[in-house]
Nanobody
């Protein structure tokens, strides 16, 4: 059973930084995409950043220039470096991994809370 486990959330002051980690139980090359999503209170889940198997990245407009997604093949881990955080970034952040082979299952982590104080 494939698992992805997030870590690194917490409380930070506005303008601060956090780094989230998503550790997969198998090679990250098993996934066509890995990414980060978030759900803020009272809002729908939204995509934050995605990296595909080739290394290409995409970001939500709201985080461009502030967040960076990266990966470490040896550790089977994807990171989300979050800088210049604002209270609007407060949310539960979820890691997602989509299998490269059919049926292309999606795997989700349990979520990690990020709270940015004004």
């Amino acid at each position: 059973q494939v698992q992805v486990v997030e870590s690194g959330g917490g409380l930070v002051q506005s303008g601060g930084s956090l780094r989230l980690s998503c550790a997969a139980s198998t090679s990250i090359f098993s996934f066509v995409t890995m990414g980060w999503y978030r759900r803020a209170p009272g809002k729908l889940r939204e995509v934050v950043a995605i990296v595909n198997v080739g290394g290409a990245t995409t970001y939500a407009d709201s985080v461009k220039g502030r967040f960076t997604i990266s990966r470490d093949h040896a550790k089977n881990t994807v990171y989300l470096q979050m800088d210049s955080l604002t209270p609007d970034d407060t949310a539960v952040y979820y890691c997602n991994a989509r299998e490269i082979m059919p049926p292309a299952r999606d795997y989700w982590g349990q979520g990690t809370q990020v709270t940015v104080a004004a």
